[in-house]
Each structure stands twice: as structure tokens, then as C-alpha cells.
């Protein structure tokens, strides 16, 4: 297995661009997240997902869009970059809660500075 | 006031020290999970617990529901250890999320 693949490592994006960031995972998971993380704050959710067709805002969901066709694929979209959208992004999974419930995998990160 | 604290925000403890993180949480969860972060940013999963306690080498994580309390304990610690120790829970109920604490920085010297 794979676990969470996430791309890209890195990207410079200018203001106004816009990027799809890749999640993939391979151990069927329901549940899948997307978060931010920005330098000496914890990891705040924008999107997460607990199953293919359904999605729901985190935290900090402004800028950011996400749609879940399959089971292993969760792509994060950035439409209109702007610089308070720099920060790493962490894709994760899970299996689900109760007894269910499996550890927390995570993709690598991608670093985005928009400038 | 957070969802998840952790204390203390940064730990320096020389080689072999015994070390304690704690996680304090205000919500019903149904798991906590421990994660370490390491320069370089990736993000690996040490435990998850929703009751007692865990051990996987030199670390023990320990969790007390009642309290709403966790602890991650490294015992002989090493300079391989430093690395931001982050806890996270699952909240019980449909929208079933990952909070996160801010994370631990440690850094074992020798």
C-alpha cells in the first residue's frame, strides 16, 4: 500500500492563479481531510470528506473547494490564489470512528507560497 | 479556548531524560491520536487510543476519559526524538473531525 499520496511537494503560485492540489489513498478509507498549516499554529481543517459524495467545510473553508467522486481521491482547488493562502497543506485519511476506527494517515505536505 | 491544548509548547531535555507531554481536550471524542512532525514536515502516527494505555518502544501514550486528559511519555530519550509531538482527537457524533493541538516542539540534546 501506498497510504496518502499527496501532489505537489512544492508550488509558487501568483496571485490569482489557481491549482488543484492531489490527494490519493489507497486503503479505502471513508473518511478523508484536508488541512492548513501555517508557521507556529496547529493544523486547521478547511475540507473534509466522510465518504465519496459528501463533503463538508472545516474551520477555514474560504478560497477553497473540494470535491469527493471516488473513495480514493479527495483534489483540493484553489480558484483565485491569494498570499494568506500560503502555507503547508496536509491530506489525510481515515478509516472512520467506533470500532472502526484506525490511526490518522497523512500525505507528505505540500508547501504553497502565492505571491 | 481550544478544543485541544497541549502543554508544555516547547521542551528541551538533555539525552536519556524521561520526558511527559500532556493533551488536555473539552470535547466528547471518540479516539486521540498522537503524531510526530518532524523538520521537513511529514506527519507520522504514533498512537491512537481511546482507552488505558499504549506502549511502542520507548514511548507510552496514556489516556484517562474521565479527565478528558492523554499523555505521551518518551522514556531514554534520544536526539532522534526531537520533533514536534502533536495530539489530535476524533469527536464523537456525524461530523466526525480531526481537532488539533498546536504540538509539542522537543529537542533532546546530548
Known amino acids: 500500500n501506498a497510504g496518502v499520496t499527496q501532489t505537489p511537494k512544492f508550488r509558487i503560485l501568483k496571485i490569482g492563479q489557481s491549482m488543484t492540489l492531489q490527494c490519493t489513498q489507497d486503503m479505502n478509507h471513508n473518511y478523508m481531510y484536508w488541512y492548513r498549516q501555517d508557521p507556529g499554529m496547529g493544523l486547521k481543517l478547511i475540507y473534509y470528506s466522510v465518504g465519496a459524495g459528501i463533503t463538508d467545510k472545516g474551520e477555514v473553508p474560504n478560497g477553497y473547494n473540494v470535491s469527493r467522486s471516488t473513495t480514493e481521491d479527495f483534489p483540493l482547488r484553489l480558484e483565485l490564489a491569494a498570499p494568506s493562502q500560503t502555507s503547508v497543506y496536509f491530506c489525510a485519511s481515515t478509516q472512520g470512528q467506533g470500532r472502526m476506527n484506525t490511526e490518522a494517515f497523512f500525505g507528505q505536505g505540500t508547501r504553497l507560497t502565492v505571491v | 479556548k481550544n478544543e485541544v491544548e497541549q502543554s508544555p509548547q516547547n521542551l528541551t531535555a538533555q539525552e536519556g531524560e524521561f520526558i511527559t507531554i500532556n493533551c488536555s481536550y473539552s470535547?466528547?471524542?471518540?479516539?486521540l491520536h498522537w503524531l510526530q512532525q518532524h523538520p521537513g514536515g511529514g506527519i507520522v502516527s504514533l498512537f491512537m487510543?481511546?482507552?488505558g494505555k499504549k506502549k511502542h518502544g520507548r514511548l507510552i501514550a496514556t489516556i484517562n476519559i474521565q479527565e478528558k486528559h492523554s499523555s505521551l511519555h518518551i522514556t531514554a530519550s534520544h536526539p532522534r526524538d526531537s520533533a514536534v509531538y502533536i495530539c489530535?482527537?476524533?469527536?464523537?457524533?456525524?461530523?466526525?473531525?480531526?481537532?488539533f493541538g498546536t504540538g509539542t516542539r522537543l529537542q533532546v540534546t546530548l
Open positions: 470535547v466528547g471524542i471518540s479516539a
Open positions: 489530535a482527537v476524533r469527536s464523537t457524533g456525524t461530523a466526525s473531525k480531526l481537532t
Open positions: 487510543l481511546s482507552s
